[in-house]
Every structure is written in structure tokens, then in C-alpha cells.
């Protein structure tokens, strides 16, 4: 004989059943209403979230021209810094070429 998984109220009396009933109702209308709660809880906070995130990429937006501005300001200045004496350019480029090749060969002598 199979067992049945459901609940079987055929041992209750009539009443007891009409409770057990009204009670199933109940919870269905109640676990209903929290499901439509959180659907509007999920709408809300995704709309507030796609309004942050817009707000962000304005800002992040608004910074990064900004900073475009200040980098071209200081990468013309040094142009013509380099222009008028190259030597302290080439000076830190041999010395930056040193320090990499030093960091280099360490890391081939720890293999």
C-alpha cells in the first residue's frame, strides 16, 4: 500500500476540519499578501537603486572630466618642461629602466 504524502483530516470532525479550513485560507490570504508586499518592497528599492547608480555615473562622470582636465593641464607642462631640458627626463628613464631590471632579476632569482 502507497503512503500518501498529503494530511489527512478524514479522522477530524466536521468542525475541526471547517477550522483546519478556514485556518489554510487564512495562511494562503496572509502569505499572499507578504508575496505582494515584498513585489512592491523589490519595486521600490530598484527604482531607488537605479537612481543612485544614475546619480553615480553623473558624479563619477563630472570627476573623471575633471581630472582629464588637470592630467592634460600637467602633461602639457611637462612637455615643455622636457623641451626646454631633457636631461633630468632621460636621467629618470635610465633610472627607472635600472630599477625595473633590478626588480626583474630578483624575481627570476627566486624562481
Do not use: I
Not at 527604482?47 to 602633461?75: I, P, S, T, Y
Amino acid at each position: 500500500m502507497a503512503h500518501s504524502r498529503g494530511f489527512d483530516l478524514s479522522h477530524f470532525t466536521d468542525d475541526a476540519q471547517e477550522r483546519f479550513g478556514r485556518q489554510f485560507a487564512s495562511l494562503a490570504r496572509d502569505a499572499g499578501h507578504l508575496s505582494n508586499a515584498l513585489a512592491r518592497y523589490g519595486r521600490g528599492a530598484r527604482h531607488e537603486v537605479n537612481h543612485m547608480a544614475h546619480d553615480f555615473a553623473d558624479e563619477a562622470l563630472h570627476q573623471g572630466a575633471a581630472a582629464a582636465r588637470v592630467l592634460g593641464k600637467q602633461a602639457w607642462k611637462a612637455g615643455k618642461a622636457v623641451r626646454r631640458d631633457p636631461a633630468p627626463t632621460m636621467a629618470a628613464l635610465v633610472g627607472l629602466a635600472c630599477l625595473v631590471s633590478l626588480v626583474m632579476a630578483s624575481g627570476n632569482r627566486r624562481r
